[in-house]
């Protein structure tokens, strides 16, 4: 019996996103946690063949319950726990990289999504990226979930003015408090979307939320 190649396996999805630009894209995820390892697997499983993820992280027990790993992977490297997870359910096999970030971590890749809980190391992102390069950053809080947009000439602006409280201070992370855990699936819902838009050269939204609480998709342009 001939095997399918792995093409086919995107084949439900050619009709959805420009083909040409998918197999081409390239995105970076900044730490395989919650929202990332669940990214990730949505990129995957979309179509994306050309991802790298950064994390130094070691897979624990508690990370099953929100995190794309099972309870063989403790102790591994979340990156090559997920690099494993990733090629057995998708046949796409992912970069990574076993390290905190460097700026050499993100040249070349199209779109960088900022899926960790420190802001010094967002900031670092946002200033090391290029004009070219769109950055998706992702948070969360107890039932609400965020993405911001930012690219271009602008993004350095944008980025601080969605950290700025009314009184000019750069305010943590929201996702540095706790989160239920089907937020990061959402999130991955979240960016998978908006990489479509991407693949199909949409103009993307600013904000993208998403409030369980109660049941509100809103966005802002």
């Known amino acids: 019996m001939k095997q399918p190649s792995n093409e086919s396996r995107f084949d439900r999805q ?11 894209l390239k995105v970076c995820v900044v ?19 050309h991802i790298k993820v950064i994390d130094f992280d070691s897979v624990e027990i508690e990370n099953t319950g929100s995190q794309f790993y099972t309870e063989k992977h403790i ?11 990733i090629l057995e359910q998708t046949g796409v096999k992912i970069d990574i990289v076993k390290s905190k970030y460097k ?27 290029e004009d070219w ?11 609400i979930s965020q ?3 930012f690219y271009g000439f602008q993004k350095q602006r944008w980025f601080e003015e969605c950290y700025t409280t009314d009184e000019n201070t750069i305010q943590e992370v929201a996702c540095t408090e706790k989160a239920i855990a089907h937020n990061a ?3 991955a819902w979240i960016v998978g979307s908006l990489v479509c838009d991407i693949c199909n050269n949409k103009p993307l939204p600013r904000k993208v939320q998403c409030d369980i609480t109660n049941y509100v998709l809103s966005f802002n342009r």
């Not at 050619?14 to 081409?24: A, F, G, M, P, V």
């Not at 390069?133 to 039932?143: A, C, G, H, S, Y």
């Open 14 to 24: 050619s009709s959805l996103q420009n083909n040409d630009r998918r197999k081409e």
């Open 31 to 49: 730490w395989a946690w919650g929202i990332g390892s669940n990214a990730v697997y949505c990129l995957a499983k979309q179509g994306i063949e």
């Open 75 to 85: 102790g591994m490297y979340k990156v090559e726990a997920l690099q494993q997870q």
């Open 103 to 129: 700026s050499s971590n993100i040249k070349s890749y199209d779109i960088i999504v900022l899926a960790l809980d420190n802001l010094e190391t967002r900031k670092a992102i946002v200033e090391d990226c």
């Open 133 to 143: 390069q769109v950055i998706l950053d992702t948070r969360m809080v107890k039932r």
């Open 147 to 149: 993405c911001f947009s």
């Open 185 to 187: 699936l959402i999130m």
